[in-house]
């Protein structure tokens, strides 16, 4: 079984650009969450979609935002990206949506963002 | 979001000694516990989870400890290897979404 994919795995882009990250989630997994990590503020939980709906939001500007498609691909874009949005961006997937059901997440690589 | 720390950033074992690698969450309403393991160039991989109910849940080689007395978190690794190696995270839920501890880097010394 693949898993959790992500494209591209690098990134470099500069100031007031925008960007488009592609998350595939495991096949037959309909929950797709995304989160920002980077050294100083760690792991920060962007959203969750499920069945093409955001269910779930962290506490990130609107300058991110996210969509779900039908096959459950998941796409997350930042518009007018800013240097502190230099980060990995994980995209992860699981069977559940409910936290607090087993939460068995399977992260993929992430895409490596810089921007100058 | 909430506080979830660690009492150590960076935490060096000997082969087969056990490792302990400790948490503290701020939210006493959180009620349910997930560790993470992550690999240099890889994603977090989920380990173990415990929910608020369970002060000890045990896996392969991994217990995880919850006293919410003190509202502390600890995964112990038994006999490490150096294939433990790796940046370990705690995470704690609040309502439905998860809040990630920055984490420690666990080396495991040959």
């Known amino acids: 079984k693949a898993g959790v994919t992500q494209t591209p795995r690098y990134l470099i882009k500069t100031r007031g650009q925008q960007v488009t990250l592609s998350c595939s989630p495991i096949?037959?997994?309909?929950?797709v969450s995304w989160y920002q990590q980077t050294p100083g503020q760690g792991l920060q939980f962007l959203f969750e979609y499920f069945s093409e709906t955001q269910r779930n939001k962290g506490n990130f500007p609107g300058r991110f935002s996210g969509r779900q498609f039908s096959n459950s691909r998941s796409e997350m874009n930042v518009s007018t990206l800013e240097l502190g949005d230099s980060a990995l961006y994980l995209c992860?997937?699981?069977?559940?949506?409910?936290?607090?059901?087993?939460?068995?997440?399977?992260f993929g690589p992430g895409t490596r963002l810089t921007v100058t | 979001g909430e506080s979830v720390g660690l009492h150590l950033p960076t935490l060096s074992v000997q082969e087969g000694d056990n490792s302990i690698i400790n948490c503290a969450y701020s939210n006493s309403a959180s009620d349910y516990f997930i560790w993470y393991k992550q690999e240099s160039g890889k994603g977090p991989q989920f380990i173990i989870d415990?929910?608020?109910?369970?002060d000890k849940r045990q896996g392969q080689r991994v217990t995880v400890l919850l006293n919410k007395t003190v509202k502390h978190l600890s995964l112990q690794i038994a006999a490490t290897q150096p294939g433990d190696s790796a940046v370990y995270f705690c995470?704690?839920?609040?309502?439905?979404?998860?809040?990630f501890g920055t984490g420690t880097r666990l080396t495991v010394i040959p």
């Open positions: 992860a997937s699981s069977l559940n949506t409910n936290v607090r059901a087993s939460y068995e997440q399977y």
């Open positions: 096949s037959g997994h309909r929950s």
């Open positions: 995470a704690e839920t609040l309502g439905n979404n998860l809040f």
């Open positions: 415990i929910r608020s109910n369970m």
